[in-house]
């Protein structure tokens, strides 16, 4: 018994406030694994490489992401925090002592303007024109170069969010409830540590801030239908009235997400959404692998806060030609959000256009499982060894830029890319034998 307190107490301090303490305590659960005091959990052959940490919105620290991971049985994780990469380094200690191969990267958003895409809506479900793209395997040698180019984009995030949070105010001004973004935002980011803030920030703190003003589930229920005009199904509502469910914050936050942004949403300007050309030259110079995030149609979201709407299946090969006009290399998808015949149509274009597949499942809150179990589909074996070749590329790099998977150098010796995402593969499994 009490083991399992001091087991428990470790899992804990995973979270901490301070890095070099959530690492400590890793260490020391690695060390009771490594004397049998903790069951190893049973390892499988599942990869995810679109984690979020607390640097942009998520329950979990980079090393109590790493840990998570490790405990779900996955083979490997990557980091994916928005407008951030300010928990790399920890991502990459954690995982060293784990033994367990990483990958970091972030996502961000940009601007479409001046191409065939302005003002359709893409893959972005709040702004027009403007779409998520990820950037992954970044050498750790960009991380630096990485974070400079971000804080920009940060910057004018911070100032909109408190545009929007004067708006959300107006929208509450009846019901006497306020949220001050000093106050009540920033104290649940880790912006000060170079982390973002976004707009699940704004929205969990309303959460939280509903949930204390109105303690009993029948003022709470009917505040949010009567004065915030939104629909609670049953599921979410029997949620809501559970008291004892410790992710009610979380359960609220999904319903404010999907329902409520746009009623106080301002556009984002062109800085804090790049235009797309700036970024991929970014990306190709500093050895990042540049992949397009696709959404496509939605009808239930795995990640419970997007609402049933369009997106770019209606114009997708003209999306895919742009892209590989533009400079993509890649693009990155979870089986679990879509059906089997989008992601056939899908991964057909990806063939047609040479564009290396990887797979993310996006974890940003607790009752999300870091294992995608829509990918053990044989229709997605290629998305294991894509892990792997990531791993491979993140690696080799780190120690030389030319070493990456789509370096000039690369592609001059072996132009044929499933013959490179052997190779890389085989390199990465070589490190973890």
């Known amino acids: 018994m009490r083991g399992a307190i001091v087991v428990e107490n470790l899992v804990e301090m995973l979270n901490s406030p301070l890095r ?61 925090d928005h407008d951030s990469i300010s928990g790399a380094r920890e991502f990459i200690a954690a995982g060293n002592i784990m033994n367990f191969p990483t990958t970091i990267g972030c996502e961000i958003r940009v601007s479409f303007a001046d191409t065939e895409l302005e003002g359709r809506r893409i893959n972005n479900p709040d702004q027009n024109t403007v779409a998520y793209i990820a950037l992954h395997g970044i050498p750790h040698s960009e991380i630096q ?10 910057k004018a995030r911070g100032l909109r969010n408190r545009k929007m949070i004067n708006l959300l105010n107006q929208h509450l001004a009846d019901s006497g409830l306020a949220l001050d973004y000093d106050r009540d935002i920033l104290p649940l980011s880790a912006r000060a540590e170079g982390g973002e803030v976004t707009e699940r ?40 009235t559970d008291l004892a469910n410790p ?82 290399t890649a693009v990155t998808y979870m089986p679990s ?3 089997r015949e989008q992601l056939i149509r899908l991964r057909s274009l990806c063939e047609k256009h040479q564009f290396y597949q990887i797979s993310g499942e996006d974890i940003n809150q607790p009752r999300q499982s870091f294992v995608c179990q ?7 074996e290629n998305l294991y060894d894509a ?21 000039q150098e690369s592609l001059a010796e072996q132009p044929d890319l499933q013959a490179r995402i052997e190779k890389y593969r085989d390199f990465a499994r070589s490190l973890y034998a």
């Open 20 to 80: 070099v303490d959530r690492l400590d305590a890793l260490r020391q659960l690695k060390a009771a694994l490594d004397r049998g005091e903790i069951a190893k959990p049973e390892l499988s052959r599942d990869v995810n490489n679109h984690i979020h940490t607390h640097y942009s919105f998520s329950p979990y620290s980079p090393t109590k992401a790493v840990w998570m991971a490790y405990q779900a049985g996955l083979v490997t994780a990557g980091l994916m």
């Open 145 to 154: 170069a990485v974070d400079k180019f971000l804080e920009p984009i940060r």
């Open 201 to 240: 920030h704004l929205l969990f703190g309303l959460a939280l801030l509903l949930l204390k003003h109105f303690p009993h589930p029948a003022e709470l229920l009917g505040f949010i239908h009567s004065q915030l005009g939104l629909s609670i199904g049953d599921k979410l509502s029997a949620q809501l």
């Open 247 to 328: 992710h009610r914050a979380y359960d609220l936050l999904g319903l404010l997400k999907s329902e409520l942004v746009e009623q106080f949403y301002v556009a984002a300007d062109d800085a804090e959404c790049p235009r797309v050309s700036e970024v991929v030259a970014f990306a190709k110079t500093h050895g990042i692998i540049l992949a397009y995030p696709y959404l496509g149609d939605v009808g239930d979201s795995v990640t419970g806060d997007k609402k049933t709407q369009k997106f770019e299946d209606d114009y997708l090969p003209v999306l895919f030609d742009l892209l590989a006009n533009l400079g993509f």
């Open 337 to 339: 959000r879509n059906t």
């Open 374 to 380: 829509a990918m053990r589909d044989p229709l997605f």
């Open 387 to 407: 892990a792997w070749a990531l791993i491979g590329h993140e690696r080799l790099a780190t120690a030389s830029l030319s070493g990456g998977l789509f370096s």
